[in-house]
C-alpha cells in the first residue's frame, strides 16, 4: 500500500504556515499598529486606498507592427482599461533594428518592433499621451524609447509636465535575471542615472524607473528573495543617483516597483506589506529622507507569468483570480493580469478581454476595494509579513556587508541563489510536495483546442520596407551630426538624454544610436568580458 506524501506546509520561502494562526503570532513593533497612509505604510501609501482612487489597470501589449498594437490599445482603452503597458519585441529590447542579423525570425516576436521614431508615432496615433498613463517595459535601450515618447507627446501638443507613465530602466535584473543589457554595469547605471536628472528637470510626473522583483521572482526566486534582492537594487540605484550629485527628495518620489504576483495569497499579501515597510525604513534612516513620497514604496503587480501552465489553460483564469486578488489586498497601485493562453503563444484578443475583466470584477464586484488592507489584524497575514522582514532583512545585510547590489551581481550572488531556489522548486514539484492543478496532478493527456494567436511572417518583410524607406528619405546628415554629438558627450560627463531626444527627432534608429554607444562604451558579455 503507498502512503499518502505528507502535504507541503511550507511557503515557497521556507515559512512554515501554521494550522492555526492565534494572537501570540501577531508582530508587536508600533509599524503595525500605524494606519494606511502613516509611516511605514505597512497597511498601504495612501489613507483611503481604493475609495480615494482605484488601482490604473494595465494590460502588457505589444506584438508585430506598431499599427496592429496601435488597435490593440485602442480596443484594450474602449473596453476601460485605465493604462497602457508597451511590451517591445527582443531586437528593441537589445538594440538591434529589425534588419540586423541578428533580428531575423525575432521581429515582433515577442512585442512591438520599434525602428524610430516613425514607428512610435504609429504605435500612439489617435491615443492622447496627455490621457493616458504608459507604463514602457525597457531597460538597455530606456534613454531611447523614453526620448521617442517624450517627441511623440511634444508633437501632439502635450507639454513635458504633462506625460505620465512609467519607464522600467532596471539595468540591474538584466544582469541578474533577464540578460537584455548592452552595455558594462558602469556605463549601464550612468544611463539609469541621466534618466533619472533628465526627468527630474522635466518629467514631474513620469515615474524614471521600476525597480523590479517580477523577474527576479519568475527566474526562480522565493518571495523573500524577490523583496530582498529588489530593495538591494533600489539601494544600489539610490546611491548612484546621489553619486551624481542630486539630493535624496529631488528623485526619490519618482521611484517605483514592479513585483510578481504568485498563487500563495496570504504569502503574497505579507510580501507586498513588508516591502513597503523594509523601504521606507531605509529611506528614512538609510538615506535621511524627509518627504513621505520618497518613502512611500508604490508598485505595479503582473500576475506571475511562470505559474501559467499549458495543460488545461482555462485553469490559469483561476489562478491569475487568485493571484490580482493578493495584488489588491496588498495594496498595490497598478495591475496587469496575465491572459490564459500565455503559456501557448500570444493573448488573443478574447483571452486579453478575460484578463482584463477579471481586474474590473474584482475592483466592482468582490468589495476588496472598499477598505484598505482588508486582511490587516489578520493572525496570519501579520505573521507572515514580520517573517519576511526578518528575512528579506537579513539578506540585505548580507547584500550590503559583501559590497552591494552590484558586488552581488559580479560575483554570481544573484544568480547563484535564484538557481538554487528553482532547482528546490522543480524537485519538490517532481515529488509531488507542490502541487500545481493539471500538471503534476488532476492530469488530462487530452489536448487543449485553445486557439492560439500567431504572428504572421509578413510583417517582418513589411517592417524591413518601412524602415528601408525611412533610411531613403530622411535628412541622413543630420542623423549622421545627431550621432556624432551624441559619441562625443557619452565620452564625457555630462547627461546624453537631450542628445539622444536630438536624435531620435531627426530619426535616427534605435540601432543606430545603440551602436554609436557601443562603439564608446563596448559591450558586456555573460563572465564580465567586455
Not at 308 to 336: D, F, K, W, Y
Not at 350 to 361: F, G, H, K, N
Not at 390 to 405: P, S
Request: one cysteine or more; hydrophobic letters at 40%.
Amino acid at each position: 500500500m503507498t502512503r499518502k506524501s505528507e502535504p507541503n506546509t511550507k511557503t515557497t520561502s521556507g515559512i512554515e504556515m501554521p494550522p492555526v494562526a492565534t494572537g501570540s503570532d501577531l508582530p508587536q513593533g508600533k509599524e503595525f499598529q500605524s494606519l494606511p497612509g502613516e509611516f511605514p505604510y505597512v497597511r498601504g501609501v495612501y489613507s483611503d486606498m481604493y475609495r480615494g482612487r482605484m488601482w490604473t489597470m494595465r494590460q502588457y501589449a505589444g506584438f508585430g507592427s506598431a499599427a496592429e498594437t496601435n488597435e490593440r490599445f485602442r480596443r484594450l482603452l474602449a473596453q476601460g482599461q485605465t493604462g497602457l503597458s508597451v511590451a517591445f519585441d527582443l531586437p528593441t529590447q537589445i538594440g538591434y533594428d529589425s534588419d540586423h542579423e541578428l533580428a531575423r525570425g525575432e521581429v515582433g516576436r515577442t512585442g512591438v518592433a520599434i525602428d524610430s521614431l516613425a514607428d512610435m508615432e504609429m504605435l500612439f496615433d489617435g491615443i492622447s499621451l496627455a490621457d493616458v498613463s504608459t507604463s514602457m517595459t525597457i531597460n538597455s535601450t530606456a534613454a531611447i524609447l523614453l526620448a521617442m515618447y517624450v517627441t511623440v507627446a511634444r508633437k501632439q501638443g502635450v507639454s513635458d509636465e504633462s506625460i505620465s507613465g512609467t519607464v522600467q530602466n532596471d539595468i540591474l535584473k538584466e544582469f541578474i535575471a533577464r540578460g537584455t543589457y548592452i552595455y558594462p554595469p558602469k556605463q549601464s547605471m550612468r544611463l539609469v542615472a541621466d534618466i533619472l536628472a533628465f526627468s527630474h528637470k522635466r518629467l514631474p510626473r513620469y515615474n524614471t524607473i521600476s525597480i523590479s522583483g517580477y523577474h527576479i521572482r519568475e527566474a526562480g526566486a522565493t518571495a523573500v528573495q524577490e523583496v530582498a534582492f529588489t530593495l538591494a537594487n533600489a539601494i544600489a540605484y539610490v546611491q548612484c543617483a546621489l553619486d551624481t550629485g542630486l539630493e535624496i527628495d529631488q528623485f526619490a518620489p519618482r521611484l517605483s516597483f514592479f513585483f510578481a504576483a504568485h498563487s500563495n495569497l496570504f504569502e503574497e499579501v505579507a510580501k507586498f506589506r513588508a516591502a513597503r515597510l523594509l523601504w521606507a525604513k531605509i529611506m528614512r534612516d538609510r538615506f535621511g529622507s524627509q518627504s513621505e513620497k520618497s518613502q512611500r514604496l508604490r508598485f505595479h503587480t503582473q500576475t506571475g507569468g511562470s505559474t501559467l501552465t499549458a495543460q488545461q489553460p482555462e485553469n490559469n483564469i483561476v489562478r491569475t483570480t487568485v493571484q490580482a486578488l493578493a495584488a489588491v489586498m496588498g495594496g498595490t497601485q497598478s495591475l496587469h493580469t496575465n491572459a490564459f493562453d500565455e503559456a501557448l503563444g500570444l493573448p488573443t484578443p478574447r483571452s486579453a478581454e478575460i484578463a482584463l475583466r477579471t481586474q474590473q470584477i474584482i475592483a466592482e464586484e468582490s468589495g476588496v476595494a472598499f477598505s484598505a488592507d482588508p486582511l490587516g489584524g489578520s493572525y496570519l497575514v501579520e505573521s507572515l509579513t514580520q517573517d519576511i522582514v526578518n528575512r528579506a532583512g537579513e539578506l540585505i545585510e548580507k547584500i550590503d556587508e559583501a559590497g552591494g547590489a552590484i558586488a552581488a551581481i559580479e560575483n554570481g550572488y544573484f544568480r547563484n541563489e535564484i538557481s538554487r531556489s528553482a532547482y528546490q522548486y522543480q524537485l519538490e514539484l517532481e515529488a509531488q510536495k507542490r502541487i500545481v492543478v493539471g500538471q503534476n496532478k488532476y492530469v488530462d493527456e487530452r489536448e487543449s483546442d485553445t486557439e492560439i494567436m500567431n504572428v504572421d511572417p509578413a510583417l517582418e518583410s513589411a517592417q524591413l520596407e518601412r524602415l528601408a524607406e525611412l533610411r531613403k528619405t530622411r535628412d541622413n546628415a543630420k542623423v549622421s551630426q545627431a550621432l556624432q554629438k551624441l559619441k562625443a558627450l557619452a565620452g564625457g560627463s555630462e547627461n546624453i538624454v537631450e542628445s539622444v531626444i536630438d536624435a531620435v527627432s531627426v530619426y535616427a534608429t534605435v540601432g543606430e544610436i545603440s551602436d554609436a554607444l557601443r562603439e564608446v562604451w563596448g559591450e558586456y558579455r555573460a563572465g564580465g568580458d567586455i
